[in-house]
């Protein structure tokens, strides 16, 4: 019966990541018994709401949005959520969703300094600092590393910039040789309903997921063999790639933090240029045989290029201007 389903206090659930987390703790399990879970929905800034959220709930999934409210909010709701997990009578079962910490994979060289890496980077250091208790009676905390997603593909970051007039479509970015390590909306949520379903094996845990390792030069391989359309790779440098996009936008600052845009994904492009993050593909392969290769998203999403968004950042501000002035000479 619902009522004795567990309930997962989800933050982040109106977005691309959360959408996908809330079908995957929804859905069946492989048997095809109901689902033990349901969701209750809630914000990452109101504490007061936070509060009343985690109450009474099994499990709490946190996924904070740090791009739209910069690095210092971001680590300071971190923080601040987990204390009131800590607080909270009855739940068992806390995830930190995170990515790569930015500045301690490129040894905190300034060069690799990303905000919105680094926001849930730090919060995911610091929660790691405190004892999971898997315990009957216990608080246990996971934390789930992702990182770009191949959603992203379509629309945001990641997409295309430019088809040339004999059909060649070209994907333009400051990587160099580097690699991408990509992670599906959908093996994320994946991996959110596995660890609450399995608490004492991920207890005290940084489960580091992802889909593919890949460069660009694979991924217009890849976009080939899936679409027969011809593509190009054009590496760029970091100036190069924001001339992109209109003026304006690269000074533009992220949320209340001390970056702008530019530095931000100037660290960000960085990090996974000169390959500071390159995750064990095998390992997850090995829990999650199902782990979708960026060709099976393609195949699966009928993906040509540009397309609609699942992103809700995109959705709500809409896709960065392109300077089509540059973007129609790549």
């Known amino acids: ?17 959360g959408l996908a987390v809330i079908d995957a703790l929804l859905a069946p399990d492989a048997e095809g018994n109901a689902s033990p879970y349901t969701v209750r929905a809630g914000t990452f800034e109101d504490q007061a709401a936070i ?18 409210v910069g690095e210092v909010r971001e680590v300071h709701a971190g923080m601040s959520i987990f204390e009131a997990a800590k607080a909270t009578p009855g739940l068992k079962h806390y995830v930190w ?3 790569m910490y930015g500045s301690k994979a490129g040894g905190f060289k300034p060069e690799y300094r990303s905000g919105h890496l680094n926001g849930k980077g730090l919060v995911a250091e610091w929660v790691s600092t405190h004892a999971s208790d898997a315990s009957p009676q216990g608080l246990a905390w996971s934390i789930v590393t992702a990182g770009p997603y191949t959603d992203m593909l379509p629309s945001g970051l990641l997409e295309p910039l430019n088809v040339r007039k004999d059909g060649t479509v070209v994907f ?19 991996w959110a309903r596995y660890t609450f379903d399995h608490r004492t094996e ?6 580091d997921i992802v889909s593919e390792n890949i460069t660009w030069d694979d991924l217009v391989k890849t976009f080939t063999k899936v679409t027969g359309k011809p593509a190009v790779y054009v590496p760029q440098t970091i100036d190069e790639w924001f001339a992109n996009f209109h003026i304006g936008l690269s000074d533009a600052k992220i949320g209340t933090g001390s970056l702008t845009v530019k530095e931000n994904f100037a660290g960000f492009w960085a990090v996974f240029r000169d390959r500071k993050v390159v995750k064990d593909v095998e390992w997850c392969k ?5 782990t979708q290769s960026v060709e099976q998203w393609m195949r699966e999403n009928n993906y040509q290029g540009k397309g609609p968004t ?19 000479r790549l």
């Open 202 to 207: 991920t207890s005290g845990r940084d489960l």
């Open 286 to 290: 090995s829990v999650h045989p199902g």
């Open 97 to 99: 969703s995170s990515v």
């Open 172 to 190: 333009a970015a400051p990587l160099g040789d580097g690699i991408m390590p990509l992670v599906s909306l959908k093996d994320i949520g994946w």
């Open 310 to 328: 699942s992103l809700k950042g995109v959705e709500d501000t809409g896709r960065w201007p392109v300077n089509e002035d540059v973007t129609s």
């Open 1 to 17: 019966m619902s009522d004795n389903k567990k309930i997962i206090f989800l933050v982040g659930g109106t977005g691309a990541q």
């Open 51 to 68: 509060v009343k959220g985690l109450d009474g709930a099994y499990g709490a999934y946190i996924n904070t949005d740090g791009f739209t």
